[in-house]
């Protein structure tokens, strides 16, 4: 997504305009938030993100909206979860083939061991410490023993403010998506992300961790 998109669509619920019944607290808050985003629009180096491959047989993606990364690479393979229809919508016509399924990941309408294995690229930031252990709970309960899940996730290690991430992808077919991911600031480095999968009983490998961005894979 284009960066005057992102402001002219308002999909990151931080800018302007500042309504009328908020407090002169809330709006200075914002008001301040709004700066910050925009100085790490313009500021914030690109990070670039290689996808040499997926994992192999049909693919759960969580929070696959968007630029609908993983549906664009797995295509048919690839049941793409996200809870707003706007965010489907957005990514349906980039990869037609996939699956687009309007649901909460916290709580799917598929039998158990459904999926071979499971994807989240960039949506897990966008939820809560507390969304993420249900996610996760439901993951493990949808794919079989052996399974895979493969998290990228941005590396936030700052509790305040607001956290943006600009990225360049580049898909096995060597095309490539420019976006921005941006979200309330909110701990979630990859130990945090670990210790989570583990409690549900995943096996985590570790295997990209940077300052701005991690790629692990959990297995069942
Ligand atoms: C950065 S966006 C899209 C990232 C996407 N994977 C891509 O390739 O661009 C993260 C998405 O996660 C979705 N999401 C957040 N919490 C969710 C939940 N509990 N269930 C389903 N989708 C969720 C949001 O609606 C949003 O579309």
């Known amino acids: 997504m284009l960066i005057k998109e992102i402001i002219v669509s308002g999909k990151i619920n931080i800018l302007f305009p500042l309504p009328l019944d908020m407090t002169e607290g809330q709006r200075k808050s914002k008001?301040?938030?709004?700066?910050?985003f925009l100085f790490q629009l313009t500021f914030k180096r690109m990070q670039k993100i290689v996808i040499e491959k997926i994992p192999e047989g049909t693919i759960l993606d969580i929070g696959g909206g968007g630029e609908g990364v993983i549906a664009q690479i797995g295509k048919e393979r690839v049941t793409a979860v996200d809870k707003f229809q706007s965010e489907i919508d957005e990514a349906k016509h980039k990869a037609p083939?996939?699956?687009?399924?309007?649901?909460?990941?916290?709580?799917?309408d598929f039998p158990d061991e459904h999926f071979d294995c499971a994807t989240a690229f960039f949506s897990i930031m966008y939820m809560s410490n507390e969304d993420k252990k249900e996610v996760f709970k439901e993951v493990y309960r949808l794919i079989p023993k052996d399974g895979e899940f493969w998290v990228w996730d941005a590396?936030?290690?700052?509790?305040?403010?607001?956290?943006?991430?600009?990225?360049?992808v580049?898909?096995?077919n060597e095309?490539?998506?420019?976006?921005?991911?941006?979200?309330?600031?909110?701990?979630?480095?990859?130990?945090?992300?670990r210790?989570?999968?583990?409690?549900?009983?995943?096996?985590?490998?570790?295997?990209?961790?940077?300052?701005?961005?991690?790629?692990?894979?959990?297995?069942?």
């Open 195 to 220: 210790e989570m999968l583990e409690e549900v009983g995943f096996e985590v490998e570790i295997i990209t961790n940077n300052k701005s961005w991690y790629l692990l894979k959990a297995k069942k």
């Open 175 to 193: 095309t490539f998506v420019k976006t921005a991911y941006g979200v309330s600031s909110k701990k979630q480095t990859v130990n945090v992300a």
């Open 155 to 168: 590396s936030i290690s700052k509790e305040q403010g607001v956290y943006l991430i600009k990225i360049k």
């Open 31 to 36: 008001f301040l938030r709004s700066l910050s």
């Open 97 to 108: 083939e996939a699956n687009w399924v309007l649901a909460d990941a916290r709580n799917l």
């Open 170 to 172: 580049i898909l096995p």
